[in-house]
């Protein structure tokens, strides 16, 4: 495998990437940028979305917000193979 070690910010390991998060699936993200709203993004994924943030890191916020977009996007499949389902189509 590969770590990336965090190039702004600090040097610590828990921003070596990538990150991971076992909700809801079991994701992995390594981000070769810089996000410029991370004041924004970090009040969304703490108060919107209820999440922790554990780093300082802008790639563990997008990781926070991709796997939320990916939970909501099940939600919705779920829903709609359990109308499927219960319609009989």
Known sequence: GHVRYPTAGTSSCAEAQPLYTNYPFGICV?????LTNTEDLTLRVEKTIGRHVNTDSD???????F???LTAETRKADSHQSKTTTNGN
Request: no cysteine; net charge negative; hydrophobic share 40%.
């Open 59 to 65: 790639s563990e916020l997008l990781l926070n917000l």
């Open 67 to 69: 796997a939320e977009y």
């Open 30 to 34: 390594a981000h070769n940028g810089n």
